[in-house]
């Protein structure tokens, strides 16, 4: 039941000057005739996490011209725009109340270059528009100060969101170019799959970032152009002609001296997986999007994972088929997050010659003769990327700086020369070629000979979690874009490196908590379990996992992130 505005300013009244808890009778809906109010939630003291507050704008107030949101990518995209506008506004007036603590504290999620999937703003099917944010409900010392929380909720958020969340004149170009913009990101993915591309790199584009701890566009970079055996052209709905690097399906190799944007290149495709918003320089590099960046991971912890078409033969003859560990080393950490990837459905690997360990990449011929007899336990990678192709259809993009077993294998060979990609497909091979026959051994032909791989069979249950009590208390905390913890359990997520946001990993708290309380002591896959909460995110976004009272601070995960972040829970 909605009450009026006048019914808010007469409980402010009342409330004045007692003890603070008395705040909690505020909660409820509030018609503010402009838009609804929601206080949802309720800080326990001024020095608490501020309160969670909403804002619903109704459809014909908001008035957003229903072709901004008719499909999935446009109507995120201006949920994003709206969020950035309501956030960039509601900061001006954050801290104009005063008081002890949080008091007057006003914000909402500012999201970075990624275009993502969000609590805090969200458009209904008929345009009404929902932001939520945080409020630090004022008081002096312990006592409540209601005029100025009356300051807070009457006069400052009405200005914020007549700015924001109304469309006008002023919004309407702004607004058009978002959607369009998100249509063409849409038509690219879409353009991957029609013509067997794992990738697109448009010319023009700018990968660097000012710094490593900047996500801005460095500013005077060398643009990227397309070498022209792999340039395409699109014809994009509404930027219309583009052209640029397509990266098809198979093995492609990224090679070049150090210094010369390898990696820039790659990390520039591992969050091509998400939109990036005008001006970031990457909002036309769009890669598979069920692309997981592998790298090694020592000390992770491996729960029953099938990692034997890597590794076999342990000196303590562990089994290899359901492999655990606590402490896991470089090789068979990248060995599980592999197999863990090929399980969250990846169709594209990207691994980074610089992050990976060395004897989980590649067999050093001199080294085996020296030190191995024939109970070498790894099959390194490069053994099995091209079955790994061949069998269940996954590409894999590889920086080498070094090695140079993978030109045997690759379909295409980029160099980095002075950040700019050259296709030395045929040279290399020629040379690969040469170099093997004066080994007096085709190395290729070796290759061969490896026994195809046992792909793993992820159907069957693999749980080590135990199932927890729905009505057991839960504290979710969340470290930065390093890890969160689960009622003092730590999940380490510093190496999952597509995870741009800590709204992603609040997100991941809370669907992993969920995962654990309804899913784990029913018989189910990973895969199933992970569906299941993907079919829960599409119909309510948090709502269901949340069990109704969501945060304004989460974002959606893609569903690799998912199944990484319960690979890593190590559960008492
Ligand atoms: P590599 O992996 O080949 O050793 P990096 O990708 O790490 O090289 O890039 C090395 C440096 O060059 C980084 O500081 C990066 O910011 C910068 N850089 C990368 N690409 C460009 C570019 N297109 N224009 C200007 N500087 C770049
Ligand atoms: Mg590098």
Known sequence: MKQSKKQLTKILGEIDNKSYPAYKQLKGSYDMTDFVLI??????????????????????????????????????????????????????????????????????????????????????????????????????????????????????????????????????????????????????????????????????????????????????????????????????????????????????????????????????????????????????????????????????????VDISMFINNLPNGKDTSCFSTEDASGSTSQAANVVEAMEAGSHLFLVDEDTSATNFMIRDELMQKVVHSNMEPITPFSLRVRQLYKKVQISTILVAGSSGSYFYEADHIIQMKEYQPEDITEMAKSVAQEFASLEHENKAMENEKVPEPFIPDFSKPRIWLKKADMRDRVKMKVMGRDSISINKETIDLRYVEQLVDTGQLAGLANIVWFIRVHFLAEDMSMTEMVNRIEELLNTSVFEKICAGKVPGNLTVPRKQEIFECLNRWRGE
Request: net charge positive; with cysteine.
């Open 39 to 304: 206080i949802e939630h309720v800080q326990g003291d001024p020095f608490a996490s501020p309160s969670m507050v909403s804002v619903e704008v109704p459809s014909v107030k908001a008035n957003f011209p229903k072709n901004l949101y008719d499909n999935e990518e446009k109507k995120v995209a201006l949920e994003d725009l709206l969020l950035r506008q309501f956030s960039g506004e509601l900061r001006k007036y954050s801290f104009q109340a005063k008081g002890s603590g949080k008091s007057g504290f006003m914000g909402a999620v500012m999201p970075g270059p990624e275009i993502l999937k969000r609590t805090g703003c969200e458009i209904s099917g008929d345009g009404t528009v929902r932001v939520r944010f945080e409020a630090g409900f004022p008081a002096n010392g312990r006592r409540i100060n209601s005029r100025e929380l009356e300051k807070m909720l009457v006069q400052l958020l009405p200005k914020v969101v007549l700015h924001s969340l109304y469309y006008d004149k002023t919004k309407e170009r702004q607004c058009m170019q978002s959607a369009q913009l998100a249509e063409d990101q849409k038509f690219i993915r879409e353009e991957l799959k029609k013509r067997n591309l794992v990738a697109f790199v448009a010319n023009g584009a700018i990968l660097p970032r000012e710094s490593g701890v900047s996500s801005r566009p460095m500013k005077n970079a060398v643009t990227f152009q397309s070498p022209k055996s792999l340039e395409i052209t699109l014809q994009l709905p509404n930027r219309g002609e583009m052209k640029g690097m397509g990266i098809p399906q198979g093995i492609t190799m990224i090679v070049g001296g150090g210094f010369h944007g390898k990696s820039t290149l790659l990390k520039a495709l591992e969050v091509g997986v998400y939109n990036h918003v005008a001006g970031d320089g990457r909002e036309y590099v769009i890669t598979d999007d069920s692309a997981v960046k592998l790298r090694a991971e020592d000390g992770r912890s491996i729960q029953k």
